[in-house]
């Protein structure tokens, strides 16, 4: 059984900044890439950042230069440094990882979601 758990999540003005987190918990051989996602109202879940096991990142044009996605292997977490934000950054967030479990099968796991609200 493997779980992720995204913390972080608020309101805050246009222009500020966030740092989401995510840990994962379980039956954990290793992790893959981890990612954050986002949903916003009315809007299909969208791709935001990625991170390899090797620490290679790639983001979303809408987020470059504003997002950076970070991970503690040792940990088992992930985390989104947020800034600049804008209020079109509204939605849940959400924390995705590849995990080889400890049964040697390989899941992509989900995150319960995180809100961030954006006033401008």
């Known amino acids: 059984q493997v779980q992720l758990v995204e913390s972080g999540g608020g309101l805050v003005q246009a222009g500020g900044s966030l740092r989401l987190s995510c840990a994962a918990s379980?039956?954990?051989?290793?992790?893959?890439?981890m990612a954050w996602y986002r949903q916003g109202p009315g809007k299909q879940r969208d791709w935001v950042a990625v991170i390899t096991s090797r620490g290679t990142t790639n983001y979303a044009d809408s987020v470059k230069a504003r997002f950076t996605i970070s991970r503690d292997n040792a940990k088992n977490t992930v985390s989104l440094t947020m800034n600049s934000l804008k209020p079109e950054d509204t939605a849940v967030y959400y924390c995705?990882?590849?995990?080889?479990?400890?049964?040697?099968?390989?899941?992509?796991?989900w995150g319960q979601g995180t809100q961030v609200t954006v006033s401008s």
């Open positions: 379980g039956s954990i051989f290793s992790i893959n890439d």
């Open positions: 995705n990882a590849h995990i080889i479990t400890t049964q040697r099968g390989t899941t992509s796991y």
